[in-house]
């Protein structure tokens, strides 16, 4: 997933990751208080304005910061595209995760603070194995759907590509698609429609390790060798 036009130096690279992680965050828990508050009587309906939201929001967060940080806002998938063979140094590794998370729990404060609601801990409680089954698929398949494009030179489409993968797998998996560590530790400091209770993240996390390894020997098997990508 590095498709940065020309060398960009680490510290604006995590400030990119940090940036893109935190208004990440902040689209879905912001939408998700807005969708509350809009049809406070139909959950139906605020999963779809949710997750309406997040796709468009994302694709765009994607499109932006693509060319500065490869734009991974989501620690499995900097360490999935170290696996499959980028350049990545340990300390670029590091310094990567760091901001992710850090712009994670960021984005939820900042909804927090927008829609006036309490930064607090949230008491929705996910961790079930349907849940847990329901991470696993869903990061799986995020890792295909982004390595499958990267490695077969389609990187201009990633945007759009995961932005309506992780809309989709809002419905058809059981967890709504965390398919984020850092996403999931920032959706611990609201206690709103898009949060998570800490109890349930530990649970969340290990689902998502395990789905970026399955998703990971799935590009291996399907796209064994890395192409470049097209002008």
Do not use: C
């Not at 140094?89 to 901001?99: A, F, N, P, Q, S």
């Not at 999931?184 to 789905?211: E, H, K, M, N």
């Amino acid at each position: 997933m590095n498709t940065r036009i020309e060398p960009v130096g680490l510290l604006v690279r995590a400030t990119a990751e940090f940036l893109g992680t935190g208004l990440l965050v902040a689209v879905v828990v912001g939408s998700g208080i807005a969708a509350q508050q809009l049809s406070p009587h139909d959950v139906g309906l605020q999963l779809l304005e949710n997750s309406l939201a997040t796709t468009l929001g994302l694709a765009v967060l994607i499109l932006v910061f693509q060319p500065v940080s490869g734009a991974h806002f989501n620690p499995v998938v900097t360490l999935a595209d170290r696996t499959l063979g980028a350049r990545h140094r340990l300390t670029e590794v590091v310094v990567y995760l760091v901001t992710q998370i850090t712009g994670g729990i960021g984005g939820a404060i900042l909804a927090n603070l927008m829609f006036e609601v309490p930064t607090a801990l949230s008491t929705k409680d996910r961790a079930t194995p349907g849940h847990f089954l329901g991470e696993v698929v869903a990061t799986a398949g995020l890792m295909l759907v982004i390595f499958a494009l990267a490695r077969t030179g389609r990187t201009m489409i990633i945007a759009p590509a995961v932005g309506a993968y992780i809309g989709a797998a809002y419905w058809f998996t059981s967890s709504t698609s965390f398919a984020n560590p850092a996403v999931t530790i920032g959706r611990v400091f609201t206690d709103t429609f898009a949060g998570i209770a800490p109890a349930s993240v530990l649970p969340f996390l290990a689902a998502q390790l395990l789905g970026a390894v399955l998703g990971v020997l799935l590009v291996l098997l399907f796209f064994p060798i890395r192409k470049k990508a097209s002008s």
